[in-house]
């Protein structure tokens, strides 16, 4: 059974920094398509972040050039750094597994984690 648990969301001021962990089980996350989501209130989930088996990656133009997605296969791990953090990315952050062909889409992703808060003050 595959589950992620997304860990190191909390509270920052805008301009900071945040590192977002997305922990695997039951699968090799290094070799599976990992995408990072999130969903504000009030407003429907979406894409953030797509890292490919491949170590491809893929940002959403609201936060490219301030997120990093990256991969600790030791750990089997997927983290989100977050920098120049704004109130706008408050939201739960989930992490997710795609398909193969996984691309931006939610239903592109088959096992999600629980999520975690970030809250950017301003």
């Known amino acids: 059974q595959v589950q992620l648990v997304e860990s190191g969301g909390g509270l920052v001021q805008a301009g900071g920094s945040l590192r977002v962990s997305c922990a695997g089980s039951?699968?090799?996350?290094?070799?599976?398509?990992i995408g990072w989501f999130r969903q504000a209130p009030g407003k429907e989930r979406e894409f953030v972040a797509r890292?490919?088996?491949?170590?491809?990656?893929y940002y959403s133009d609201s936060v490219k050039g301030r997120f990093t997605i990256s991969r600790d296969n030791a750990k089997n791990t997927v983290y989100l750094q977050m920098n120049s953090l704004k109130p706008e990315d408050t939201a739960v952050y989930y992490c997710?597994?795609?398909?193969?062909?996984?691309?931006?889409?939610?239903?592109?992703?088959?096992?999600w984690g629980q999520g975690t808060q970030v809250t950017v003050s301003s």
């Open positions: 997710a597994v795609g398909t193969i062909f996984a691309t931006t889409k939610l239903e592109d992703y088959v096992y």
């Open positions: 039951g699968r090799t996350l290094s070799n599976s398509v």
């Open positions: 890292k490919q088996g491949n170590g491809g990656t």
